[in-house]
């Protein structure tokens, strides 16, 4: 039996909640075999982050190029890329081996607050890696800074996404964690329509890292062969599961549990 491979291109975690930790764990409790490329190593916890260093450019390409010349990589996804040149390097490397489907998760800001991408990189973020992107993952606020519009509404939602897609992403899913609303609904708008998940909204500090397991868990159904709203689906369950048996780990904003007891998924289409 072959195992599906599926790659992450993002920032390592020394908590471990989030970042190519939290990616790879993910990848592991859904069936997948994870690779990774390191975009930047950060010191941080569930209070914050301490101190960010970049991986150099050619690191970057080398590891890429290293996991695509010896895996056969059937989905992919990209988490902190900090700078413009790291993203045209990571751009460069994905058309280099037309490594696809590509699940961008927009990470801006970590939960703490700390920005994580600077001013040139959101301008290259939308015009070079969105085109590439069969879906695109951001929370309300990285919606907002993409499709460059304030969002209170869900028309407003589905406007910032149909922006996000006009950039040349395929498919925006935006999540609505950081709405009032429970249930939490998230909207995959793609070129067939609006599709709508929803689940309870759990309450809990345990939040550590939950837009970059989103975001893997999507990738991992992708490397799996589901279609994009079963893997979106897929992913909603399983996070719902991962925060709602999270450890009470740190001081801050904790980790999930990124391998919860297999239950009956709660979402619906």
Not at 65 to 82: E, N, P, Q, R, W
Not at 151 to 172: F, P, S, W, Y
Not at 233 to 244: D, H, I, M
């Amino acid at each position: 039996m072959t195992l599906p491979v599926a790659l992450t291109i993002a920032g390592s975690d020394s908590g471990a909640g989030a970042g190519i930790q939290a990616d790879l764990k993910t990848f592991a409790a859904l069936g997948v075999y994870g690779v990774t490329v390191i975009t930047a190593i950060t010191a941080q916890n569930t209070l914050g982050v301490r101190a960010v260093q970049e991986v150099n450019a050619e690191v970057i390409r080398a590891q890429l190029d290293a996991v695509a010349d010896d895996f056969a990589i059937a989905a992919l996804k990209t988490g902190m890329l900090s700078s413009a040149a790291i993203i045209e390097t990571v751009v460069a490397g994905i058309r280099r081996h037309k490594l696809g489907p590509l699940v961008v998760d927009p990470v801006m800001i970590a939960k703490s607050g700390d920005r994580l991408l600077a001013e040139d990189a959101v301008d290259a973020l939308r015009r070079r890696l969105l085109p590439l992107a069969a879906v695109v993952t951001p929370n309300i606020p990285e919606a907002e800074v993409l499709a460059g519009r304030s969002i209170r509404t869900r028309d407003d939602r589905l406007a910032a996404a149909r922006a996000i897609m006009e950039l040349g992403a395929h498919a925006v899913v935006i999540k609505g964690g950081h709405s009032e609303d429970d249930p939490i609904i998230d909207l995959l708008v793609d070129s067939q329509g609006v599709h709508e998940y929803r689940a309870a909204r759990i309450v809990t500090t345990s939040t550590h890292g939950t837009g970059c397991t989103f975001s893997a868990a999507i990738t991992a159904g992708l490397a799996t062969g589901l279609d994009l709203p079963a893997a979106v689906a897929e992913a909603r369950g399983y996070v719902s599961r991962a925060l709602s048996s999270a450890p009470a780990l740190g001081h801050g904003h904790g980790p999930l549990n990124h391998f919860p007891s297999p239950q009956v998924a709660h979402a619906h289409h």
